[in-house]
């Protein structure tokens, strides 16, 4: 493919020396050209009936109209037609309405109008609630670590406007013991009121998605603060909350029937516990008396499988020591059990009657085996696993698991050894069914954008139809196991033609001080584990739009399930300089040339940075 010299970056170079660096003009690649005279007839202008055939037949886009490709013709010549003078008007009516070969170029360019996702909603959104992977923050109240770090409402706030449809809430009384503040509990973080964080979601909840806000409780409340967090709730919230008229639903409700409702999951309060003995030294919250701190430390050894006994977590922070706790989660261990620490400080009553009914999800484990715990009762609830514990009872109940989340729910959190709020693979959930991949939302890494990726998927509403292959109900012999290798569905064909952007969006020397950039993109393919890929491109040397032209096949043997991650970088020693990302879920791939935009480390979109690429199914 051709390129045109049209300017020169210049760089200093030792002392007084300027060296000059060629830029290209970006031309369409060779593949369009072909395209464009095939739907042309060989012609130099292509007309809007001609332009509809080419995005009908070549893009896919099955729901196109003439209506619809006359709208982008006369779009695209509003922004190419480029007057002599900025105060002369043009009347595109008078023009010649076709296109030219570089017009499409630059429309394809354009991912507000050719971007790679559907961006409405389009999934199936009348089954129940555990048909969906659903959007679900970890502790989303922190804004950073899980040991230090404040407790605020504005992570929430920020993660409500990404889409985020499960929030956490860890509830605890003040010291004083007449109100309710949300705190990580035996830690150092500072806590932020309950009602901060209720009147925030009810501000923002419906900002990005009008789908279902799910609050998930971690629950530290005497009898009397369940009662005022049941009327402090209720009044915030109004009609939006949803609560069921029966203690015993047969189904969850649908996504579509609960839409711009909140809904509430924690566990079955048919007993719980008044803390007698809490020591709240400023923003602390510890066990009184070392006795009781080692009694809760061995217990917790002995009754949890995931536990870390004798493991310290010791910081700066007034020589705090963590021996064997959960964190938050401390209380939704693998036996469902009060956690430790509750067992050694408890009076049992009856719950809040009130705080009982607005409960939709019930967070109950049942005593037993493994597989007694993954049984199904007729009794809707929701099991809570650390990563860990999923990991090991998916090598040998993996199809108890995917059966159990065909009707119930399952929320998988990061272990609490992850006290720099960093993230797991989250397909170790989502390929055994798991609804609630729940995500610290604070970090800044790879599971992060996985996470980000995924829920890009069905407009970006926060819910996303489970494929078939974890729901229909097989022989014993032929049920689902994402480790097992099946036959090739289908071969995804990915592209890589040119990236732009890069020079608008940073510094001329934000790369490398005395040369332009020196570009590559990796190409990755997550899902089940015999789908994993890994490829990338050549190098092109001291260039700010970089051209590859590099095809790439992927077999894969479930794409429901799959994801494409992309991430360019400038080639230097080490491990180079970062460049911009994207994950897609595959399933949602539009066909054809397609702009792709990318993002920062955060997963905020660049304003200007994107690559031209083209997917193909085979």
């Known amino acids: 493919m051709g390129n045109s010299m049209v300017t020169h970056n210049k760089y200093k170079s030792f002392m007084f020396f300027i060296r000059k660096y060629k830029v290209t003009e970006l031309v369409p690649p060779q593949d369009l050209r072909e395209v464009f005279s095939k739907f042309t007839g060989g012609e130099s202008r292509m007309s809007a009936e001609q332009l509809h055939q080419f995005l009908v037949e070549h893009q896919a886009e099955k729901d196109c109209t003439l209506l619809d490709a006359e709208k982008i013709v006369e779009k695209v010549l509003q922004i190419r037609i480029r007057p002599q003078q900025e105060n002369v008007s043009v009347d595109v009516k008078n023009i010649e309405q076709k296109v030219t070969l570089d017009d499409i170029f630059y429309f394809l360019r354009m ?43 504005k992570p929430i706030i920020k993660a409500l406007q990404r889409g985020v449809r499960a929030i956490e809430l860890d509830l605890w009384p003040t010291f004083n013991k007449d109100d309710i503040k949300v705190d990580h509990g035996w830690t150092l973080t500072t806590p932020v009121s309950a009602m901060r964080c209720l009147e925030s979601i009810r501000e923002y909840g419906f900002v990005a998605s009008q789908y279902p806000i799910i609050i998930t409780i971690e629950d530290h409340l005497t009898r009397d603060l369940q009662a005022k967090f049941a ?85 700066t922070m007034a020589d705090v020591k963590i021996e064997g ?25 009856r719950c809040s009657p009130d705080y009982k009914r607005l409960i939709t999800i019930h967070n109950k484990k049942l005593k037993g085996s493994l597989k007694d715990k993954l049984k199904i009762d007729g009794e809707l609830r929701r099991l809570s696993w650390s990563e860990t514990t999923l990991e090991k009872a998916s090598e040998s109940h993996g199809a ?172 230097d020693q080490g491990k180079g300089d970062f460049g911009g990302q994207t994950c897609l879920p595959v399933s949602e791939l539009k066909l054809g040339f397609r702009s792709v935009p990318l993002y920062n480390k955060k997963g905020e979109k660049f304003k200007s940075v994107k690559l031209l690429m083209r997917f193909q199914f085979e």
Request: hydrophobic fraction near 30%.
């Open 111 to 153: 991912d507000d109008f050719n971007n790679p996702l559907k961006t409405e909603v389009h999934h199936d959104m009348n089954a129940p609630l555990s048909h969906y992977f659903i959007y679900a923050g970890h502790n989303s109240y922190l804004t950073g670590n899980q040991l230090s770090s404040d407790c605020s409402e």
């Open 231 to 315: 009327e402090m709730a209720t009044q915030i919230f109004g009609e939006m909350l949803y609560y069921p008229e029966t203690d015993r639903l047969t189904e969850f409700p649908s996504p579509e029937s609960l839409k711009n409702r909140v809904i509430i999951s924690t566990k079955p309060p048919n007993e719980c516990f008044e803390p007698t003995s809490i020591k709240d030294n400023d923003n602390f919250v510890m066990l009184s008396g070392s006795e009781s701190s080692s009694s809760s430390s061995s217990s917790r050894g002995k009754e949890s499988p995931d536990s870390m006994t004798g493991v310290k977590i010791e910081g």
């Open 325 to 349: 706790t959960n964190g938050s989660d401390c209380d939704e261990g693998d036996d469902g059990d009060i956690n430790t620490w509750e067992c050694d400080h408890k009076s049992y009553h």
């Open 400 to 571: 108890d698991i995917v059966r159990f989340t065909q009707k119930n729910i399952l929320r998988v959190y990061p272990n609490f050894t992850r006290v720099k709020s960093t993230n797991f693979k989250p397909h170790i959930g989502w390929m055994y069914g798991a609804q609630m991949v729940a995500f610290n939302m604070q970090g800044h890494a790879k599971p992060l954008w996985l996470m980000q990726g995924m829920f890009k998927a069905n407009g970006g509403c926060g819910y996303i139809k489970k494929p078939p292959c974890l729901m229909q109900e097989h022989p014993c012999d032929k049920e689902f196991d994402p480790k097992r290798k099946q036959p090739v569905k289908k071969t995804l064909k990915v592209k890589v033609y040119m990236g732009h952007g890069w020079n608008l969006d940073f510094s001329p020397t934000h790369f490398d001080k005395f040369s332009p950039p020196d570009f590559f993109t990796k190409i990755y393919i997550v899902g089940v584990p015999a789908d994993y890929a890994k490829k990338k491109t050549k190098v092109v040397i001291d260039n700010w739009f970089p051209i590859w032209d590099e095809e790439f096949e992927f077999p894969l043997t479930v794409p429901e399930l799959a994801l494409l991650r992309i991430q360019v970088i400038d080639k």
